[in-house]
């Protein structure tokens, strides 16, 4: 069985610009996670789906994040304009019922210059 | 507010030891607790999942222990290998069902 996918695994743009990242979970998962890691630090939840209903996104910056999972699947991550502070790792995880276990997927690496 | 403290940050061991990492929370009406394990540049690798209801899990090598009324966790790892070199997060899942991480402790095993 798949695991949860990303892409692209590595990003590089100039501050100001748009960028987007992507996410297939586990086939069958219902719920949907976007944390976000610093260096050094642990993942820190931005948003999460229970199927293509957005029930947690408080931690979310919403002047410039969005993200979006229109068929309870695939979602989409973006930051629209990037800052040098959104340099970070981007992960996305899911799980299969409440209170389950989270898989996660590789994460993409993001850097703002 | 949740907040999850690992100790030590950082552990160097000879191989073939036996060691204990240390997570501690604050907040005791959680849902589960899951170990994972992370390798430089890479994901989360879940190691194991311990539901509230549960003492302990074991996996292989690994035995995770959970004390809810004293708000901590242990994972214990048995004859510690150079491939066990990676950094490990405890993290706390709570009514918003989100988890809640500590910063990992890093681990390195010498060969």
């Known amino acids: 069985e798949a695991g949860v996918v990303q892409s692209p695994r590595y990003k590089i743009i100039e501050k100001k610009q748009p960028v987007a990242f992507w996410c297939n979970p586990i086939?069958?998962?219902?719920?949907l996670y976007w944390y976000l890691q610093n260096l050094g630090q642990g993942p820190e939840l931005l948003i999460r789906y229970e199927n293509e209903e957005a029930v947690d996104d408080s931690q979310l910056p919403k002047d410039r994040f969005s993200a979006e999972r229109l068929k309870g699947v695939d979602s989409t991550l973006k930051i629209q304009p990037a800052e040098l502070g959104d340099s970070a790792v981007y992960l996305c995880?899911?799980?299969?019922?409440?209170?389950?276990?989270?898989?996660f997927g590789p994460g993409t690496r993001l850097t703002v210059l | 507010k949740q907040e999850v403290t690992q100790i030590p940050a950082a552990l160097s061991v000879p191989e073939g030891e036996n060691l204990v990492l240390n997570c501690s929370f604050t907040?005791?009406?959680?849902?589960?607790l899951q170990w994972f394990r992370q390798d430089p540049g890479k994901g989360l690798t879940s190691l194991l999942l311990?539901?509230?209801?549960?003492r302990e899990q074991t996996s292989g090598r690994l035995n995770a222990s959970l004390d809810k009324s004293s708000g901590r966790s242990t994972l214990y790892i048995a004859a510690s290998q150079p491939g066990d070199s990676a950094t490990y997060l405890c993290a706390i899942q709570g009514g918003s069902e989100k988890l809640v991480f500590g910063k990992g402790t890093k681990l390195t095993v010498n060969p």
């Open positions: 311990i539901q509230s209801s549960q």
């Open positions: 995880a899911s799980a299969g019922d409440r209170g389950n276990e989270q898989f």
């Open positions: 907040d005791s009406a959680i849902y589960n």
């Open positions: 086939s069958g998962h219902n719920t």
